[in-house]
C-alpha cells in the first residue's frame, strides 16, 4: 500500500543488461519503501529480479565511500576534501608520466561503466586526455571476440545482431545461462517468462554447455559439450548446413563457397570425438536450424572466454546467415535505437592496431590492449613499464586471470587511482580513491544496452534520490580530474596543453543529461529528454526489431564476407586441438554465476548474500570418487597459475572431467572493506585462471576450460 506522503517513481535498473524497468515507492522519509517490475515498460513488462533489492541497500550500505580517500604517510586512507583529492590523484597520474612517459600510465575501465550514462559520456575524453595506449577494460576478460566478428562481418564492432526471442521458434543457446545471467549482448528482461511463450507457440530452445544450467533444465534438449571444443561441433554444423543444400544466405552475403572449404574437414564425428556431443545430434541440430519456420543461435561467456572465442563467435554468425536466419523475424536482429551510436560514428567501428603489448606482443583492438597482459606489463622492467594505474569502476584483481599476480604487480606500483564506491581488491590499493554517487542519485539512459535489446524502445530514467550535496557524480569526477591533470601536465616543458583540450573541457563540463539531449534531438527520430519525460513510465516503444541490412553494414560495398579471414585462418589451430588428448587425470575448469551475485561486487547486500552458499566447486560424483574425494569436503584446486583450497559439491549436473567455480568470490584480502563480505566463504576463481593463455586472434582472456587438478585438501 501507498501510504501518506510516499511517492511512486520509475527508473531503471543499472545492474545488468536486461535493463529492467522498476516501480519504486518512497517512503515520507524519501527513502525506498517498496520496490516492484514496471509492468507497463514495454521492453522489461513488469519483470524484476532479487538484484533490484540490492540498489536502495546500495544506496544506506554504511561501507560504500561517500567521501574521498586519500593515503596518508601513516600508510592509511583518510577521508579528505574533493579538491585535495583531486589534485593529489592529478599529480601522481601526471608525475608518473613526466618521469617515466605517458604509457607508464594504465586505465582499467569495469563493468558498471557501460551500465553508467554518465560515465559513456565522460571517460572516453577523460581517457583521451590522459594520452596513454595502455588502455584496459572488462572487454578482454568478457566479450572482445564478439567485437572482432561484428568488426570483420558487418563492419563495426557494435553491430552484433540478438535472436529474436519474441518471433523465433528455435532458440540455441551455447555457452550462455541467461536464467541465471538475464541475458547478455542480448538484453532480453524476463528471459524466464519469454521463454514460456517460445513454448507456448510451440518453439525450441537448445542449450549446449557442460553444465546442466538452470537455463538447461528450461531447455527442450541440452548437449554437454567438452570446454573449448564448441568450435569444432558449430564448424561441424555449418558444415552440414552447406552440404544439405539448402542454405540460403541473403544476396548481400559473399564468401560460401570459402567457407565450404574452410569447414570441410569438420565433420560431426570431428565433432563427437573432440566435444562428446553425440554425431548424431549434431546432424539433427542442423537439421533442425534449417527446418524450423525461424531460427537464433546466440553464444556468450562459454564460448567467449574460451580458447577459439572468435571462431566459435564467427561461426555462430555464419550459422545465422546461411540459415537465412540473419536479420528477419524470428532470427537475429539487429535494432534501432533511438541515439545510434553506431550510425552516427560515436563508436569506433574497431579494427586490430599496429601497437600490441609491449612484453608479450598480444594485440590491441578498438584502442585497447587485453588485460591479461597488464600483471606483467607491470611487473616488467624496462621503457615503458607501467607504474601507475587508474581504475573506473573495476575490479581486475578478483575479474582477471591470475587476479592475485596482478594484485602484487598493483601493490608494488609508483601510483594507484581509483574511481569507486568500494574498497574493493584492486582499490584497497588505491593512494587516493575517488567514490561516485549511488546509482539511485543519477539521471540514466541506456546508451549501450538499447543497442542490444529485443525490443526498440527509449527510457529515460530521471534520478530517484537527490544527490549527496557533499557527493560528485562520475562524471564531475571524470571533469575534475581531467581539468587538474591537464594543470598538473601543463608544468611538463616541451609539451604545451593542447588546443584539442580546450575541446574537451568543453565536453567535461556538459553535463551527460544535456550531452543526451543533443545526441536525441539531432538523431532521426528527433526526439529530446523532455518528451522522454513525458512519454511517462517505461518511455517511448519504438516497436519489434526490423530487418536492417544491407543498409546497416558498415563495411565498404554493404555487402558480408563470411570467409572473414581473422576466423578462417585459425582453422587450422581447431583442427590440430580437436585432435589432442587432455591431460591424464586432468580436469577442465568452467565459470558460472548465480542469479544473486554480480561480478565481484554486492558481495555486502543482506538480500543477496542469504540463502544457501553458492561459492563451492560443483564437480562429479565419478571424478570425485575417482580421487577418493568426499562430497562437501575441502579440496585443492591447481592449475599452471595458482592453487586455491574450497568445498567441493559433488553433482551428475557438471559432465564428468569438468569442474566448476563461481566467479567473483573471495574477498579476503586484508583492506577490503566489506563488512559482509569478509565473513562470506569463497575463493576467486581467477587466482587460477592463466594469462598466459589467450585467445589467439583477439588476446582475450581464456576463462574457460582451464586444465587443472584436483585433490583433497591437506587436514
Ligand atoms: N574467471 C572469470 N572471470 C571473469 C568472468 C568470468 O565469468 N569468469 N566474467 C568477466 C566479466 S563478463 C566481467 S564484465 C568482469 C567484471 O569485472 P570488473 O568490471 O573488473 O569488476 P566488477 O566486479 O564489475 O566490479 C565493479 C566495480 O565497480 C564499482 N562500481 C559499481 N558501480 C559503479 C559506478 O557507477 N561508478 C563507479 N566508479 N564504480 C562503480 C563497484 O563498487 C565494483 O568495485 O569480470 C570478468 N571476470
Ligand atoms: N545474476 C547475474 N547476472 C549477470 C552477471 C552476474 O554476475 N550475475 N554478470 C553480467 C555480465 S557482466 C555478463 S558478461 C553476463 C554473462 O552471462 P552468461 O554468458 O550467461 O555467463 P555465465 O553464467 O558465465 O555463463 C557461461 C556458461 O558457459 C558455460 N561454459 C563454460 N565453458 C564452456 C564451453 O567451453 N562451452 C560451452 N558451450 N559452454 C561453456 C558455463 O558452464 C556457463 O553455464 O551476465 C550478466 N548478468
Ligand atoms: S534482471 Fe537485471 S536489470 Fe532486471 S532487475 Fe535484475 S539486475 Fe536489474
Ligand atoms: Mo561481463
Redesign the pocket.
Known sequence: MTGAGAAVRHVSC?LCEAMCGLEVTLGADGRVAGIRGDSADPLSRGHLCPKAFALPE?QDDPD?LRRPLVRGADGELHETTWDVAVTRAAELLAGVQREHGDDALAV??????V??L??LTHHPTLVRLLRTRNRY??TS???LPHHVVAWALYGHQFLLPVPDIDRTDLLVLVGHNPMASNG?LWTVPDFPQRRRELASRGGRLVVLDPRRTETAKVADEHHFVRPGSDATVLLALVREVLASGRARPAPYVDGVEAVRVAVEPFTAELAERASGMPADAVRGLAAALLDARSAAVHGR?GVS?QGFGVVCQWAVQVLNALTGNLDRPGGTMFTTPAVDLVGRGLLSPGGFSRRRTRVRGLPGFAGELPVSALAEEMATPGAGQVRALL??????V????AGHRLDEAVAALDAVVC????L?E??RHADVV??????LE?DHYDLVFHLLAVRDTARFSPALLPKDPGGRH?WQ?ARDLGIAYLAARAGRPRRPVARGSLLAQARLRTSPTRQLDLLLRTGGAGLSVRQLRAAGPGGLDLGPLRPRLPDRLRTPHRSVDLAASVAVDDLPRVLAAAGERGVDGGLLLV???HQRD????LHNSAVLTKGRPRHALLANPGDLAARGISDGSRVRVASAAGAVEVEVTATEDVMPGVVS????YGQSRPGVRLARASTLPGV???D??DPGVTEAVSGN?V??GVPVTLEAASP
Open positions: 543499472t546500495i560504500r582499467y575501465l569495469g563493468n558498471p561503466n551500465h553508467s554518465g560515465a577494460s572488462a576478460v568478457d566479450q547478455s561467456m572466454t581504475t573506473i569502476a573495476g575490479n581486475p578478483s575479474s582477471t586471470p574511481v569507486d564506491m568500494y574493493n584492486t582499490t575517488l567514490p561516485p554517487t549511488g546509482p543519477r562520475d569526477i565459470g558460472r554465476r554480480n561480478n565481484s561486487w567455480l563461481p566467479h567473483g576467486s576463481v581467477n587460477l585462471t582472456a576463462l574457460n
